[in-house]
């Protein structure tokens, strides 16, 4: 008997979902033929089955088990399949071009089949023997489709350009998807903004996120009310499927309580969208960062003046407050080895290049000089107004000025002590850096910022713990043990440099923050 329990625990690593196997076309059986497992095969990686039985679907380590039946898979030319689908923004441009420089690094050839206008496929082979090792299927749609295909289980991993929805989530956790929020189950590729676009002559050069709301909400219908004008507000926006046009619902209009006017023009892409907005004086868009074409960007701003431009610097460090990540959501299953390394490979420092070339905004660590903050430090003095805050802003630039900051920043979601998704990622990276000996023989402070809104002692108590608790983040995540190669440690100046007015819900989201400085 207990050489039959060992057995079992050898072969079976059990992820119970419930469902019942359809049909037998596979068995499964011990090498020593004590225990046998028959059902559907729903997957195999080249190491594992993952089969549909009537304990539910299982998977199984193939090491310890034989495959019998017309379902089983060749273990000698075995190759890795990955199905992909979601964005268009993602899966056009980005991916392909990570795809090319993980099989170029990984000495792999490939080939680049197109079925129909939204389904291609890569195949790599082996650049001596020409023998396939792997297909990677992409359906590129949108955000929506994306999800769906994961629910229905015909995607391994969905491109996406917003956070997933609470409904999704509840659906993929009760699929035996597991909890799609949790830190290993997304990762971040690259970074995008939702950027505000009008007509080259159009004379407006900013906007507030408030009044943003107000114009997609229909509150705020003609330009004069903007000082523009006097005429109709035309609005231009992507698909309602769009990843991008999801979340400038769920992070702008939802939390304003408003809900997108039904009069607005629809484009099925970017390049559509920033043409038709480019083109007319009255018109008014939200496009993605990496796709504004010949339009104008306007400035984000707040009644108290300071101005928030998107650029690549203020979408890495989130100053900016529309930034919108790209995701990758990654599914509790096990994926075949080729596809765990390509995961691996979009962390790496050639992928981060390869994200800058396609048009996008890498998450490579950048360091910035004092001299080099933009209106930041402007901004502090502007807001300092007695002594005791003359007091704090000296400190603070006399602590920084020796030091250099990085472009990772922490910024946690709105009503919560959570990092936000961008953050979760931030800190993945910023743990395989530290891991990788990047910054050994160098001090990383951890110094946070907060609103302006009560005590000022009372927001620096707060910034420090935020600051805290980002260090405690990063001491968790990296997995070598040894830290002794590098100081990491905290510091925290409460409202003394705030990013945006604080007299608007976003414009606190934007300066509550920890950002890691370097000497």
């Given at each position: 008997?207990?050489h039959?329990?060992?057995?079992?625990w050898?072969?079976?690593?059990l992820?119970l979902?419930?469902?019942?196997?359809?049909?037998?076309?596979?068995?499964?059986?011990?090498?020593d033929?004590?225990?046998?497992?028959s059902?559907?095969?729903?997957g195999?990686?080249?190491?594992?089955?993952?089969?549909?039985?009537?304990?539910?679907?299982?998977?199984?380590d193939?090491?310890g088990?034989s495959?019998?039946?017309p379902g089983?898979?060749?273990?000698?030319?075995?190759?890795?399949?990955?199905?992909i689908s979601?964005?268009?923004?993602?899966?056009?441009?980005?991916?392909?071009?990570?795809?090319?420089?993980?099989?170029?690094?990984?000495?792999?050839?490939?080939?680049?089949?197109?079925?129909?206008?939204?389904?291609?496929?890569?195949v790599?082979?082996?650049?001596d023997?020409a023998?396939v090792?792997?297909?990677?299927?992409?359906?590129?749609?949108?955000?929506?489709?994306?999800f769906?295909?994961?629910?229905a289980?015909?995607?391994?991993l969905?491109?996406a350009?917003?956070?997933?929805?609470?409904?999704?989530?509840a659906?993929?956790?009760?699929?035996?998807l597991?909890?799609?929020?949790?830190?290993?189950?997304?990762?971040?590729?690259?970074?995008?903004?939702?950027?505000?676009?009008?007509?080259?002559?159009?004379?407006v050069?900013?906007?507030s996120?408030?009044?943003?709301?107000?114009?997609?909400s229909?509150?705020?219908?003609?330009w004069?009310t903007?000082?523009?004008?006097?005429a109709p507000?035309?609005i231009?926006?992507?698909?309602?499927?769009?990843?991008?046009?999801?979340?400038?619902?769920?992070?702008?209009?939802?939390?304003?309580?408003?809900?997108?006017?039904?009069?607005?023009?629809?484009?099925s892409?970017?390049?559509a969208?920033?043409?038709?907005?480019?083109q007319?004086q009255?018109?008014?868009?939200?496009?993605?960062y990496?796709?504004?074409?010949?339009s104008?960007?306007l400035?984000?701003t707040?009644?108290?003046?300071?101005?928030?431009?998107?650029?690549?610097?203020?979408?890495?460090?989130?100053?900016?407050?529309?930034?919108?990540p790209?995701?990758?959501?990654?599914?509790?299953r096990r994926?075949?080895?080729?596809?765990?390394?390509?995961?691996?490979?979009t962390?790496t420092g050639?992928?981060?290049?390869?994200?800058?070339?396609a048009?996008?905004?890498?998450?490579?660590?950048?360091e910035i000089a004092?001299?080099?903050?933009?209106?930041?430090?402007?901004?502090?003095?502007?807001?300092?107004?007695?002594?005791?805050d003359?007091?704090?802003l000296?400190?603070?630039?006399?602590?920084l000025?020796?030091?250099r900051?990085?472009?990772?920043?922490?910024?946690?979601?709105?009503?919560?002590?959570r990092?936000?998704?961008q953050?979760?990622?931030?800190?993945?990276q910023?743990?395989?850096?530290i891991?990788?000996g990047v910054y050994?023989?160098?001090?990383?402070?951890?110094v946070?910022?907060?609103?302006?809104?009560?005590p000022?002692?009372?927001?620096?108590?707060?910034?420090?713990?935020?600051?805290q608790?980002?260090?405690?983040?990063?001491?968790?995540?990296?997995?070598?043990?040894?830290?002794s190669?590098?100081?990491?440690?905290t510091?925290?100046?409460?409202?003394?440099?705030p990013?945006?007015?604080?007299?608007?819900?976003?414009?606190?989201?934007v300066?509550?923050?920890?950002?890691v400085?370097?000497?």
């Amino acid at each position: 008997m207990k050489h039959v329990c060992a057995v079992l625990w050898a072969a079976l690593f059990l992820f119970l979902t419930g469902a019942t196997a359809s049909a037998d076309d596979v068995t499964l059986r011990s090498r020593d033929g004590a225990i046998e497992l028959s059902g559907t095969l729903l997957g195999f990686d080249g190491e594992f089955y993952r089969v549909d039985t009537q304990y539910g679907e299982l998977t199984v380590d193939g090491s310890g088990v034989s495959c019998e039946g017309p379902g089983c898979p060749s273990l000698i030319d075995f190759v890795a399949e990955l199905s992909i689908s979601g964005s268009s923004t993602i899966g056009d441009v980005l991916m392909p071009a990570l795809v090319e420089g993980f099989a170029l690094q990984n000495s792999l050839k490939t080939e680049r089949k197109r079925t129909d206008d939204t389904h291609f496929e890569y195949v790599m082979s082996t650049s001596d023997t020409a023998k396939v090792v792997g297909r990677f299927q992409f359906r590129v749609s949108s955000t929506d489709e994306g999800f769906a295909d994961l629910l229905a289980d015909e995607a391994d991993l969905v491109m996406a350009l917003r956070e997933i929805r609470p409904g999704e989530l509840a659906l993929a956790a009760e699929v035996g998807l597991g909890e799609l929020d949790d830190v290993n189950r997304s990762r971040v590729l690259a970074l995008d903004a939702m950027t505000v676009i009008v007509s080259p002559t159009n004379p407006v050069s900013a906007l507030s996120v408030s009044d943003l709301a107000r114009i997609l909400s229909g509150d705020i219908d003609n330009w004069r009310t903007l000082g523009g004008v006097d005429a109709p507000i035309s609005i231009h926006m992507r698909d309602a499927q769009s990843g991008i046009a999801q979340a400038v619902e769920d992070r702008v209009l939802r939390q304003a309580r408003l809900s997108l006017v039904e009069d607005v023009a629809r484009h099925s892409t970017n390049t559509a969208l920033a043409q038709a907005v480019a083109q007319d004086q009255l018109a008014i868009g939200v496009a993605s960062y990496s796709e504004i074409g010949n339009s104008k960007p306007l400035a984000l701003t707040g009644p108290c003046g300071f101005q928030l431009r998107a650029n690549r610097l203020t979408i890495k460090t989130e100053d900016y407050p529309l930034t919108a990540p790209m995701f990758l959501y990654i599914p509790a299953r096990r994926l075949p080895k080729l596809a765990r390394d390509f995961l691996a490979y979009t962390r790496t420092g050639p992928a981060q290049i390869i994200t800058r070339r396609a048009g996008f905004v890498d998450q490579a660590p950048e360091e910035i000089a004092l001299n080099a903050q933009g209106d930041r430090f402007a901004n502090a003095i502007q807001v300092a107004e007695t002594e005791v805050d003359l007091i704090a802003l000296k400190r603070m630039v006399d602590t920084l000025a020796p030091l250099r900051r990085l472009s990772t920043s922490f910024r946690f979601e709105a009503g919560a002590a959570r990092l936000d998704a961008q953050s979760r990622s931030n800190v993945q990276q910023l743990a395989r850096a530290i891991e990788a000996g990047v910054y050994d023989g160098r001090q990383l402070v951890f110094v946070g910022f907060s609103d302006g809104e009560g005590p000022a002692a009372g927001n620096l108590r707060i910034a420090q713990q935020r600051a805290q608790a980002v260090k405690q983040a990063i001491e968790a995540t990296v997995e070598s043990s040894n830290l002794s190669q590098v100081q990491l440690s905290t510091d925290a100046f409460g409202e003394a440099m705030p990013m945006a007015c604080d007299d608007t819900s976003w414009g606190r989201q934007v300066n509550r923050r920890v950002e890691v400085w370097v000497r």
